[in-house]
């Protein structure tokens, strides 16, 4: 399924699984398809047979869209067949354009009852941070991959803020019913089903609730035949059942790792670590490598209070990610200091014997004490003083490690 995000930035979030998804949308009053979930094939015939249609759908559980032009949803004409399929499906790696190349191993299949489809639709909701307040994104051109839609035929793609203070109203969601071209039967229904989708949106801190596609059935209801949530993980001490969704073994294990010393990181697909403090630095040591020709390796923001052992920590899960040639240290010295900083990289390079150059540049609380550190230790650092200076030494170092 396509994520379309509006005012999208580097934000912790929690993804879970369709099947979860469903569960959480369920207990708002979204209608969802009756199904169930395995991870052992065998028990696809008495699924399909309790759900007591002529055509169940089996469909692969990955944290990626695009699912379907993969192979990874099938229908099933009989019990037995779903049993087939959950065997192909069920241990098979799934590549999708979400993936990657390397793909996503299958552990379990959702079986969902068959539906006569009259129109598929798309329909989201996310919060805009330009115009600070939800925004619903909907479109008559369900089932389609909506940012391929927005590029080619943005007259498709209707959007409608919700004003925190009183929710989705009534006449916003016929508005958008109708733009859809659903008759007053359905438009009525699309009033309850948004106004679900909002309730669900709002009290679980979710940064992302996709319906793609929201089905119009032959008998006139309307069913998230598919959906995908998102939830802020800064909010998951207060959704204990949503934070038991959470599947690590779909997550990239590096940052699975960075969590667990606090640290925020992003694997990107360059050659270039980034060290920073803040995510407003980060942002902008990313872009100053792109404008001096490089590409970023990751997001890693060690934090304000970063010690020198998750300095040391941060270096290792640097270290980790192959395609790392050369590592830019860009840090302001505020609540962490400049010499911290330098004893938490000293003690790092020694300790993990980093094969890699390292550039630093920081600035801040005793900057002149971390410099005198860092020429002291006799290690192959190279020093900036400003961001300009040190992105375009560190794009020269990481050029000079992929020719050699």
């Given at each position: 399924m396509a994520r379309f995000v509006a005012s999208q930035e580097f934000r912790p979030y929690v993804k879970i699984h369709e099947y979860q998804a469903k569960s959480v949308l369920a207990r708002f009053g979204v209608p969802v398809p009756r199904g169930e979930v395995i991870s052992n094939p065998a028990e696809a015939p008495a699924v399909a047979e309790r759900l007591g249609t002529s055509v169940v759908v089996v469909k692969a559980q990955i944290h990626a869209g695009g699912r379907g032009k993969g192979g990874g949803v099938k229908l099933a004409k009989s019990p037995d067949e779903a049993e087939r399929i959950a065997r192909q499906m069920i241990g098979m790696t799934l590549v999708t354009h979400q993936t990657g190349p390397e793909g996503r191993k299958v552990q379990r299949v959702l079986i969902e009852e068959g539906l006569q489809i009259e129109r598929e639709l798309y329909l989201s909701l996310l919060i805009d941070r330009a115009a600070g307040r939800p925004v619903i994104i909907a479109s008559a051109a369900g089932g389609m991959d909506i940012e391929e839609v927005a590029a080619k035929e943005p007259g498709k793609i209707l959007r409608e803020h919700v004003d925190p203070a009183t929710g989705v109203l009534p006449f916003q969601a016929r508005k958008l019913a109708f733009a859809m071209g659903l008759d007053a039967g359905p438009a009525g229904k699309m009033v309850k089903v948004l106004d679900a989708i909002y309730k669900a949106f709002i009290e679980t801190d979710a940064s992302l609730v996709e319906?793609?596609?929201?089905?119009l059935t032959k008998g006139g209801d309307l069913i998230a035949l598919?959906?995908?949530v998102t939830v802020d993980d800064n909010a998951l001490y207060r959704h204990h059942d949503i934070r038991e969704f959470r599947?690590?073994?779909?997550?990239?294990?590096?940052?699975?790792?960075?969590s667990k010393f606090s640290l925020n990181y992003i694997r990107l697909d360059g050659n270039i670590g980034c060290m920073v403090n803040g995510a407003g630095l980060a942002m902008a040591t990313m872009d100053i490598i792109k404008l001096?020709?490089?590409e970023p390796a990751n997001f890693l923001d060690v934090g304000g209070g970063a010690n020198a052992e998750q300095?040391?920590?941060?270096?290792?899960?640097l270290m980790a990610d192959k395609n790392v040639k050369a590592v830019f240290i860009n840090i302001f010295g505020g609540i962490l200091r400049c010499d911290v900083l330098a004893a938490g990289v000293i003690a790092a390079v020694k300790e993990l014997g980093v094969p890699v150059p390292i550039v630093i540049r920081m600035e801040g609380t005793n900057v002149e004490e971390g410099k005198r550190m860092l020429r002291e230790s006799k290690l192959n650092f190279t020093t900036a003083d400003s961001m300009n200076e040190g992105a375009e030494r560190v794009v020269a170092l990481a050029a000079s490690e992929v020719r050699a």
């Open positions: 319906i793609n596609p929201l089905i598919d959906a995908k599947d690590l073994s779909e997550e990239d294990p590096l940052e699975v790792e960075a001096a020709g490089g300095i040391k920590n941060a270096f290792r899960i």
